[in-house]
């Protein structure tokens, strides 16, 4: 498959998922149109803006490229009225799943923009990060949330392993392999993290005795 075209299908996945998100969260607090949109758009490219701004890729992609704001509005609208219709379920709640795949998949596509504007690995690792976690944290600011990333959750966690094991095997395989590797790396440790209530340690003064 040509890199080219994956990345752009990849790309309309993560920007459907995320403001996917978006709406969820809006629906979990009882907000109006107006408070959904705006969810699902810093859901799908506030991560994105904030690496780009970074690495100096201005104006950023959505500014450039109004595909991202035709496929943003439509996904809220058709979100809107599915969840008409909708009863999460009691353990895995959707919103946690449709975050995960999103964070898969942009953390990844930032990482290899990243070195496409010939970055070190390390920073490319970082940028991938930002790409995949900001945008989720500007939704759950924006709502009564914790962000995930400043919970015990293994969420930033699970992007920074799947990110770096990108930038390891993209040496060895073809690079449409490894974006899906570490795509798979980072979704399968955030669902696994979602359903077992996997939580990293957590930093507190020691108790007084």
Same mark, same amino acid.
């Given at each position: ?14 920007? /459907?998922?995320?403001?996917?998100? $978006? /709406? ?6 009882? &907000?109006?149109?107006? $408070? ?9 490219v506030? #991560?994105?803006?904030?690496? +780009? ?11 450039? +490229?109004?595909? *991202?704001?035709?496929?943003?509005i ?6 809107? =009225?599915?969840? %008409?219709? *909708? ?9 946690? /799943?449709?975050?995960?795949? #999103? ?5 990844? =596509? ?8 010939? =970055?070190?690995? @390390? ?12 945008? $989720?944290?500007? %939704? +759950? ?6 962000p ?5 959750? &293994?969420?930033?966690?699970?992007a920074?392993? $799947?990110?770096?094991? *990108?930038? =390891?095997? %993209?040496? *060895?395989? @073809?690079?449409?392999?490894? &974006?899906?590797?570490? &795509? ?5 440790? %955030?669902?696994?993290?979602i359903?077992w ?8 003064f020691?108790?007084?005795?």
């Amino acid at each position: 498959m040509n890199l080219e075209f994956f990345q752009q299908i990849l790309t309309i996945v993560a920007t /459907v998922t995320l403001a996917f998100s $978006g /709406v969820l969260q809006a629906a979990r607090y009882q &907000m109006d149109f107006f $408070g959904a949109l705006v969810l699902a758009f810093v859901s799908a490219v506030g #991560g994105g803006t904030l690496r +780009d701004l970074l690495i100096g890729a201005t104006p950023v992609f959505w500014a450039v +490229d109004p595909s *991202y704001i035709q496929i943003i509005i439509p996904t809220t609208v058709l979100s809107i =009225l599915a969840l %008409r219709f *909708y009863t999460p379920p009691p353990k895995l709640y959707l919103v946690d /799943v449709a975050d995960a795949a #999103g964070l898969a998949l942009f953390a990844i =596509l930032g990482a290899q923009k990243a070195l496409s504007y010939q =970055l070190i690995e @390390p920073v490319a690792v970082i940028m991938g990060v930002i790409t995949g976690i900001a945008g $989720g944290m500007i %939704r +759950d600011v924006l709502t009564p949330t914790t962000p995930f990333v400043m919970r015990s959750e &293994m969420y930033a966690l699970a992007a920074i392993i $799947g990110v770096v094991v *990108y930038t =390891l095997v %993209r040496s *060895y395989i @073809p690079e449409t392999a490894a &974006m899906i590797t570490g &795509m798979l790396a980072i979704f399968s440790l %955030r669902v696994a993290a979602i359903y077992w209530q996997i939580q990293v340690p957590i930093i507190k003064f020691k108790d007084k005795t």
